[in-house]
């Protein structure tokens, strides 16, 4: 699992209480990430990227968090655009955003939307 998609589904986890592992699966993520530079990409494992950032996406909609599910999106989106799924990804990143009716301020639905060219 990449570093960001760990980061973000340790996080979830340990969260929302789940256990020890949790938090470790974080801080491993987070020395991972840290090792990058703190730059994520899909690098030349494209796959192996969109597959942990879909985990991201899944665990938050499991656990029913619009704002991670919202951040996941917001990693994922380009990643499948990148990948030639530009449908799916901005049918998963529109669904997301049209679940908000406030917080249209916040960074990751500023993000949203730029990345669907709304207004």
């Not at 592992?21 to 987070?30: R, T």
């Amino acid at each position: 699992m990449l570093a960001m998609g760990q980061v973000m589904h340790g996080w979830s986890r340990a969260f929302h209480g789940h256990d020890a592992a949790a938090v470790d699966e974080l801080a491993e993520g987070i020395a991972r990430w840290r090792s990058t530079g703190a730059r994520l990409t899909a690098g030349t494992c494209p796959d192996e990227h969109q597959s942990a950032l879909r985990a991201a996406f899944d665990s938050a909609t499991e656990l029913e968090s619009p704002s991670l599910r919202l951040r996941a999106a917001n990693a994922l989106s380009p990643a499948l655009r990148d990948a030639g799924k530009s449908h799916e990804a901005r049918d998963l990143l529109g669904d997301v955003y049209a679940a908000f009716n406030e917080g249209f301020g916040t960074a990751d639905l500023v993000a949203a939307r730029a990345e669907l060219g709304l207004r």
